[in-house]
């Protein structure tokens, strides 16, 4: 794709750094915000800058927070501690996803991604040497196992429990099973297969 203006190829090129956007679509955004919207998408692109700048991780949790090298505001609340409940997932969406469902009080580590020794990615880069730290909490009571439902997750799983076993701590990983308004006939093998496997008491 060419165009008249080294800046538009420039501006195009760039966009395309954002996922699910190819040079069709990245085209299509450079030219609407030449077109009509050239005021906001500075003030975007000043917002972006300096939240990518500014952002870093909590030093407790893994979660994004405001302020290098201080707690973010899930974890500064001594309420949320005294739980006992620590739930840990895979990224900050999903801390924001069960945020917003307001089903759990505890607080959270986020791993940034799960166990995949083909990426490179090990305990190291899943922040585990600051999850044992989080496991020696005295007040922690349950770990709960949020990460997803695929292999890489089970395995994820499965080193985190085995190092809160060490620490004598009880651990349990969130229910798998038919969603809320869905139909047994149109849900899959594997999904029907643990929702036998992990009923429930009536
Ligand atoms: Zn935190």
Redesign the pocket.
């Known amino acids: 794709m060419s165009s008249s203006s080294a800046l538009v190829e420039k501006l195009i090129s760039a966009l395309q750094i954002m996922p699910g956007i190819g040079p069709v679509s990245a085209a299509r955004i450079a030219y609407y915000l030449l077109d009509r919207k050239r005021q906001e998408g500075v003030a975007m692109s000043e917002t972006v800058k300096y939240a990518l700048e500014h952002v870093s991780l909590?030093p407790?949790?893994?979660?994004y927070?405001d302020v290098e090298n201080t707690?973010?505001e899930?974890?500064s609340g001594t309420k949320r501690r005294q739980s006992g409940l620590l739930c840990i997932v895979e990224t900050p969406g999903d801390v924001q996803a069960l945020e917003n469902s307001g089903s759990f009080l505890g607080?959270?580590f986020v791993l940034h991604g799960h166990l995949s020794p083909i990426d490179g990615i090990g305990p190291q880069e899943l922040g585990f040497p600051l999850l044992q730290h989080c496991f020696e909490d005295p007040v922690l009571k349950e770990v709960i196992i949020a990460v997803g439902q695929t292999v890489e997750g089970e395995a994820t799983a499965q080193f985190i429990a085995a190092m809160a076993h060490k620490r004598n701590l009880k651990v349990s990983r969130i229910a798998t099973g038919i969603p809320i308004g869905g139909e047994l006939s149109s849900t899959d093998g594997h999904t029907l297969e643990n929702s036998i496997n992990f009923r429930r008491p009536y």
């Open positions: 909590c407790r949790c893994r979660n927070t707690e973010c899930l974890c607080t959270y």
